[in-house]
């Protein structure tokens, strides 16, 4: 994994209750992703960031708020968790410009069961 | 709606075979086009990438083949192997847009 940790790695929280997940690089890339995983859906992006405090809304943003403060940390918040959130979630990095390839590096995941 | 639509959605292949997963897309404006390899409990790698310039892109044992015309892409693995079991994801962007449009997803098990 290119210096991309995730946490907590796994988490079960009840229903209602508030839940922050961090993704934390080491490389110095502008731009995180979180994604969602789950079975039949592929990856569906959340939210992602193009710079510090620069966010913007994936395909399945309701529920779920973000912020970057710095560069290397990227938080991913379930204002209210639902049992629909229970998922495996991924952080991703990305850089660009001429000698960076397209390719997005992933985290290792955090799984989230809300019961 | 779809953008990148992948089949199968699972693949069984014996070792030594070939397995083929298939994704077509819409988007004639879609310029870079990556396959991703996810092995069970880890995050999905880069595997290979082709741009439309081209028709074909060999790694080792794994080829992209691109139809511009057809709008589909490929993913090809020769010999496969035990090893090779795991989820295969294609995707695809345009130009300088950060995000991936991503297929669902084939999970490919491959018989010892």
């Known amino acids: 994994d290119a210096g991309i940790t995730q946490s907590p790695r796994h988490k079960v929280t009840e229903t209602g209750t508030p839940v922050t997940l961090r993704c934390h690089q080491t490389?110095?890339?502008?731009?995180m992703y979180w994604y969602r995983q789950d079975p039949g859906h592929g990856l569906r992006l959340i939210h992602y960031?193009?710079?510090?405090?620069?966010?913007d809304k994936g395909e399945v943003s309701d529920g779920y708020s973000v912020s970057r403060s710095k560069t290397e940390d990227f938080l991913l918040t379930l204002e209210s968790a639902t049992s629909s959130q229970t998922s495996v979630y991924f952080c991703?990095?990305?850089?660009?410009?001429?000698?960076?390839?397209?390719?997005?590096?992933f985290g290792p995941g955090t799984r989230l069961t809300v019961t | 709606q779809q953008q990148v639509k992948q089949s199968p959605q699972s693949l069984i292949v014996q070792k030594g075979g070939i397995s083929i997963i298939n994704c077509a897309y819409e988007?004639?404006?879609?310029?870079?086009f990556p396959w991703y390899q996810q092995f069970p409990g880890k995050g999905p790698a880069l595997l290979i990438a082709?741009?439309?310039d081209v028709s074909e892109k060999k790694e080792g044992r794994f080829t992209i083949s691109f139809n511009k015309s057809a709008k589909q892409f490929s993913l090809h693995i020769m010999d496969s192997q035990p090893g090779d079991s795991a989820t295969y994801f294609c995707?695809?962007?345009?130009?300088?847009?950060?995000?991936?449009?991503w297929g669902l997803g084939t999970s490919l098990a491959v018989n010892p």
């Open positions: 991703a990095i990305s850089e660009s410009g001429r000698g960076y390839p397209h390719e997005q590096y």
């Open positions: 490389e110095n890339h502008r731009y």
């Open positions: 960031s193009y710079g510090v405090k620069d966010t």
């Open positions: 988007n004639t404006a879609f310029d870079y």
């Open positions: 082709i741009r439309p």
């Open positions: 995707a695809a962007k345009v130009g300088n847009n950060r995000k991936l449009i």
